[in-house]
T-cell receptor, first 111, second 118 residues
């Protein structure tokens, strides 16, 4: 069975600083990978997704992610964090039409 | 595009009553809808998958008689929590996808429904 690991439960960064959220997956073939963001009390919003092709994927809100097959990783990055980026971030992989989620990473932003 | 709505956004009910939650895809046809449950500070737990016009497929450990799912049209799925008890209190989130669209089964999520059972 596939699994997704987000090693960091909570990350705090200063506003304006760069951000990288880690995601590792286990899957034999080329996975369909997703990053979602969830604000408190809200549903999930799709930030970006990777199916094939260019391994650097651009998403909404200035986010990008890079698929690295050799490292089984799909890390999310943003060059300059804004206070409004504070939220919970979930990495997910598609397994047979179902999403397998990581445990989530809570991002706090310091002024 | 790809907007999913849920109604109600929050509901409080008495123990023993039933509650229905609606999930609608507003601007696309949803061949498949999913229902998730989320506890505070935790990830999403898939409860069931429903395909339009057929019976839902429940995940292991989810009581199908307690959580009734109906997906009668390509834009609407409902989750009914029957004989609700306080332990059913949770945040319920639906998602929808169109498997005929070639979008790689991308799921679009609703805003969630907070259920509190007294």
């Amino acid at each position: 069975a596939q699994s997704v690991t987000q090693p960091d439960i909570h990350i705090t960064v200063s506003e304006g600083a760069s951000l990288e959220l880690r995601c590792n997956y286990s899957y034999g073939a080329t996975p369909y990978l997703f990053w979602y963001v969830q604000s408190p009390g809200q549903g999930l919003q799709l930030l970006l997704k990777y199916f094939s092709g260019d391994t650097l994927v651009q998403g909404i809100k200035g986010f990008e992610a890079e698929f690295k097959r050799s490292q089984s990783s799909f890390n999310l990055r943003k060059p300059s964090v804004h206070w409004s980026d504070a939220a919970e971030y979930f990495c997910a992989v598609n397994q047979g039409g179902k999403l397998i989620f990581g445990q989530g990473t809570e991002l706090s932003v310091k002024p | 595009g790809a907007v999913v709505s849920q109604h109600p956004s929050w509901v409080i009910c008495k123990s023993g009553t039933s509650v229905k939650i609606e999930c609608r895809s507003l601007d696309f046809q949803a061949t498949t809808m999913f229902w998730y449950r989320q506890f505070p500070k935790q990830s999403l737990m898939l409860m069931a998958t429903s395909n339009e016009g057929s019976k839902a497929t429940y995940e292991q450990g989810v009581e199908k008689d307690k959580f009734l799912i109906n997906h009668a049209s390509l834009t609407l799925s409902t989750l009914t929590v029957t004989s609700a008890h306080p332990e059913d209190s949770s945040f319920y989130i639906c998602s929808a996808t169109n498997r005929r669209s070639g979008s790689g089964d991308t799921q679009y999520f609703g805003p969630g429904t907070r259920l509190t059972v007294l």
